[in-house]
């Protein structure tokens, strides 16, 4: 009897554990292998064979299609550089140079990687378009309300995730430091 | 009382193959991965355009607004596949995906360093059956081996700013995938 309890025990226990370590696994996305600057993180062994079976499975539940290697490279930020979470009733502002890529996107989505409605539909900001001070460097700010210069509206959602592409970069392919740099700066200006 | 940590030892053993065996089972059982997501949009071996992804509906989640996007899902089974997409103004870039999304290959406009991309895709098989002349005389020709008999191209032009969006979905427009025909 205490057998048949044991066992019943043992496999419901691995069951639980084992399906919950998964699940959280893929919906953190959790993978090997990735690249921090500041507040960006990405995963440049997610675009080529050498994907990791963590990032192959968070993928294959999403849906998604990661950045090829050849391509570029993508880069996520859930917080801003000191730590904040991205609110979308606060303001932040990215503020740099342009990092070394022949192009580059940044794209506002909701942590699921959906657009976010606004009314001027405007989700992000391509390096040809981004107005620059004449030194070169560009300043977007991303937050509820109309700004002067480069807004990207957040729709006041709750929770919002910036991903900074880069094509054809050097970046992510060869470096396994941080120092290829720099990527722009993101800091929080207030909250309404 | 002395078996339980034995037990639960046990269980933490299993709960570790469990993890493992439904991390590394995932990609097959994933109904809504991007392949099964396109079926229903993409013929097989065709070029087709996809809808720019807006507010309210996406093919793909985390798809970059700025491109005009067309996919072109293959299927090895009946031959080789031949593919041409002519570059846009700004940036294009083709990425091949295995059935299971894994990025096997990528490429874009610069490397390809011509007009128009143009590739061969084969599976390792169809590449060893090639008759050797042929790969001489085409030694100019781009061969990518795909591990998996079917796939996706996706195809991607950049439009710098929205307004060249209808520019960046017109290149894509001429791009072109289909079998060739077996060798007499």
Redesign the interface.
Known sequence: M?LFF?SC???L???????G??WL??TRGVAFGSLTISGWTAWPK????D?D??A??T??????????????V?FYAHTDDAGNSFDGRCTFVISGMSPAA??W?V?L?DP???????TIGR??F????VVRDAGGRFAINVGPRARPGNWLPSGGIENFVL?W?L??TPIGVASRTTKEGPMPAVVRKGCA | MIRVPLWILGALLLAGIVHLSTVLAMPQAATQDAYSRLAPLAPVNTVVPLAPPTAQAATMPFMDPAFAVAVCRYDLSSGALKLNAPVSLAYTSVTFYTRNSVAYYAINDRAAGRRAIELDLMTAEQHAEMPEEEDVTAADRLIIESPTTTGLIVLRALAPEPGLMAMARRALAGAQCRIEQAQQ
């Open positions: 205490r044991g025990f043992t496999l226990l691995a069951a639980v554990i084992g399906l370590a998964t696994t893929l997610s675009g080529s064979v994907i079976p963590y192959r499975a993928i294959a539940r999403t849906g998604e299609l990661p950045i090829g290697t050849g391509d570029g993508a022949r192009y996107t794209t989505y699921e990687g959906r657009l976010v409605a606004n989700h992000g391509t390096s040809a378009e991903v592409r094509y054809d």
